[in-house]
């Protein structure tokens, strides 16, 4: 009796979605012959839209990683109009289950996929050999093929400006940093504002918690508090969320903030942020795809490109401060000078770059040390 | 006025019948309701789920994907559930399995003959989930702890011991401190059939007929039907309750194990977060869906698989927020559970006075 029970129902359900699908064949059948009355006014396939699909790991409620990335998308449908159409898949998990969203969206008709997380690089690969008449662009990884490119910024540029304001606002010389992944990109991005802040404060100290998430709001907020115990009053981080910022706010406590200008989303105890302005590159690669001009390539932008920025100051840091990062940022927009010129120590108070000699790109892409100043350490190293 | 909900002496044929149709008929009208505020055709809508779950060899093949781990994992816990013993521990069964399979294929891959890799790390992920599912099982039959709290604690060792592996001793040295193991070699790779669909399909297929047999055909099977039915009666017949504790939760637990094995070795590769993603707990969904019968469980799993799929659709096709995938999901399974109440119960309205002459 009851075995037919569970047979029975799962033969309804069976046959329901069966029916559903026969209902709407007929629906189907009435997009082609919409088409084609529309084809012939136009001049006939070169017309149709780019597709541009766009992977993301978050949602663009999160105010951070994937609201920028959001809004790179929104200027890319701005600048190209009509040219382009985009397809977005939200919460995407980094790891095997990535493939198929890829996979999705190119069965979908994408040309362009951006994938936008560390974790999708392996997956992309993979579905980039199946497709070689699809553009594949990987942001913050490093393996390419003919048909996939990566794309990243050079974000220790106002990370470092960053940590100026933060080592000259800071009473308890104590900086608290929410950290993501211990991985190059992040360790680069604390090295960079650790020393910003030591350029201005040589007793200051950055406290770094991992929190092994890029987003999760709880665990951020929850890593933030407990610098704040501890005695933190600037709290910096690299995270896809404002709930850092938040929790410092609520304890009367200062913040630096990442991904967009958190200052708008929080108030203005958020003294800046780094921030990314992704629109700049999306708008130029879908040219280059839609011009026939696109090769593979590994981009790395700085200041320069506009790609990263420091947000606005908040009025809360006082004008002097203001006057410093000034300076400092346009030696970097020049090119006189980059954050990872020595002399540089680690952690050990180890010379790892002699003054008058810069990092170069492959050694800053695999940075798995930390500079003087840093308290806190890298986990399996 | 009162409601009151009254179990049917017999059940009813047409209830039987009609319970189901109407669950899932109001589950895709409430659907379409979110769906309408959304301004989406809901005919569309669920036109695409479909197309999207069952419409194309690459559609079903990644709704069988979702659908291996639900159909081992729903085996298992089907197995536990027929004698009454809550196992709600198939996530972290499944946990300690892939632990296990990765450990072999991390470490001893490169000194085990290659053909044998693979079955040791079959026998291995059978075995850490069935030692799991052992533990609640000894305190339950030997010092009656409830097995309901041992199971799902047990549920966040796993999963955090998971994480610890794949965060810190087991991190891919290479992986620029990305978490996650690296990947296994060539010869720890489980066989797939089509697309991304792998051997693990016909460890579950296995599996089921090994589960029909054992609950129908042995006596071993009838003894867990009558403890399931009746303990008391089990128990003045002579039957060992303990020791049958203890052997159910052996292959429950394995099975569950195996789900995790199959998941590594066949799916990722790695060990990885994305490894417990609540197969364990969707699982038991899918057993008592199915009434706890073995093929009506590889049935409901596929089913459940279409559903997770084609969820996915609605965000690439539509341009749905993810959000929305997750209500229709819920919805139908909502309407679909809580309708079978009507099966087994009818609902009587009694108005005033007459309350008391017929409570």
């Known amino acids: ?381 | 006025m009162t409601i009151v909900f009254e179990k049917r002496l017999t059940r009813s044929r047409r209830a039987m019948f009609l319970v189901p149709v109407l669950s899932l008929v109001l589950a895709l009208v409430f659907g379409a309701m979110i769906l309408l505020v959304f301004r989406v055709n809901p005919l569309e809508a669920y036109r695409v789920m479909v197309q999207g779950s069952l419409g194309s060899g690459y559609a079903l093949s990644e709704t069988l994907v979702k659908a291996i781990p639900l159909m081992l994992t729903g085996l298992g816990v089907a197995i536990a559930f027929r004698m009454l013993f809550w196992n709600i521990g198939a996530e972290g069964q499944l946990a300690m399995g892939g632990i296990a399979a990765a450990y072999i294929a991390l470490f001893w891959a490169d000194r085990l003959p290659g053909p044998l890799v693979l079955p040791t790390m079959f026998v291995a992920g059978v075995l850490a989930g069935a030692v799991w599912g052992l533990i609640p099982a000894f305190l339950r039959a030997a010092l009656g702890v409830n097995e309901i709290l041992t199971t799902l604690m047990m549920n966040y060792i796993a999963i955090l011991l998971v994480e610890y592996l794949y965060l810190g001793p087991w991190r891919d040295p290479q992986g620029y401190g990305f978490p996650g193991t690296a990947q296994f070699p060539q010869v720890a790779w489980l066989p797939r059939l089509t697309g991304r669909v792998h051997v693990g399909l016909i460890f579950a297929l296995v599996a089921a007929v090994l589960v029909w047999f054992v609950l129908n055909r042995t006596r071993w099977g009838y003894e867990i039907q009558v403890i399931g039915e009746n303990p008391r009666a089990a128990r003045y017949s002579g039957i060992n309750i303990g020791f049958n504790i203890l052997l159910v939760m052996l292959l429950s637990g394995g099975l569950s194990g195996l789900a995790g094995m199959a998941e590594v070795a066949g799916i990722s590769r790695r060990l990885y977060q994305g490894l417990t993603v609540g197969y364990g707990y969707t699982a038991i969904i899918v057993a008592w869906l199915a009434n706890l019968n073995p093929w009506g469980i590889l049935l409901v799993a596929f089913l459940m698989g279409a559903l997770l799929v084609g969820g996915d659709q609605l965000q690439v096709a539509l341009g749905l927020p993810a959000a929305v995938a997750l209500v229709l999901q819920g919805a139908i399974l909502f309407f679909v559970l809580g309708g079978s109440i009507f099966v087994n119960y009818r609902v009587r309205i009694i108005r005033g006075h007459k309350e008391a002459k017929e409570a």
């Open chain 1, 1 to 381: 009796m009851r075995k037919r029970i569970g047979i029975l129902l799962a033969l309804v359900v069976v046959l329901s979605l069966v029916l559903a699908a026969c209902k709407q064949a007929a629906p189907e059948t009435e997009v082609p012959t919409e088409a084609p009355t529309e084809a012939p006014t136009e001049e006939m396939p070169a017309e149709e839209p780019l597709k541009v699909a766009f992977i993301y790991i978050g949602q663009p409620g999160d105010l951070g990683w994937t609201y920028e990335h959001d809004r790179g998308r929104k200027m890319l449908e701005e600048e190209l109009g009509d040219q382009v159409e985009t397809i977005v898949v939200m919460d995407v998990p980094e790891g095997p289950d990535a493939e198929k969203a890829i996979r999705d969206v190119v069965q979908q008709g994408a040309k362009v996929v951006f994938a936008t997380s560390f974790g999708y690089m392996d997956p992309m690969l993979t579905v980039a050999q199946e497709f070689p008449d699809v553009y594949f662009e990987h942001c913050s990884g490093y393996k390419t093929a003919d048909n996939m490119a990566t794309y990243f910024g050079r974000m220790y540029q106002p990370r470092y400006l960053s940590g100026l304001v933060a080592g000259s606002m800071t009473e308890a010389n104590f900086i608290g940093y929410v950290a993501a992944h211990p991985i190059p990109e992040v360790i680069r991005g604390i090295n960079a504002f650790t020393l910003g802040v030591r350029q201005v404060n040589p007793d200051a100290e950055v406290h770094v918690v991992w929190t092994n998430t890029w987003y999760d709001p709880v665990k951020e907020r929850e890593a933030a508090e407990a610098l704040l115990d501890e005695g933190a009053d600037i709290i910096a981080q690299h995270q896809d969320t404002t709930e850092p910022q938040k929790a410092a706010q609520e304890r009367g406590k200062l913040s630096i903030g990442y991904d967009s200008d958190m200052r708008q989303f929080v108030g203005d105890t958020v003294l800046t942020s780094p921030v990314w302005n992704w629109g700049v590159y999306y708008v130029k690669t879908v040219q280059d795809v839609l011009n026939g001009t696109w090769v593979t390539h590994q981009y790395w932008g700085g200041m320069a490109d506009g790609v990263v920025a420091l947000a606005e100051l908040s009025p809360m840091v006082p004008d002097d401060v203001k006057q410093l990062v000034d300076q400092e940022e346009e030696k970097i927009l020049s090119g006189e000078w980059d954050v990872f010129c020595g002399p540089i120590y680690d952690q050990n108070g180890e010379l790892k770059v002699p003054e008058g000699e810069c990092m170069s790109d492959a050694d800053m892409l695999s940075m798995d040390w930390f500079v003087q100043g840093v308290v806190g350490t890298i986990p399996t190293q």
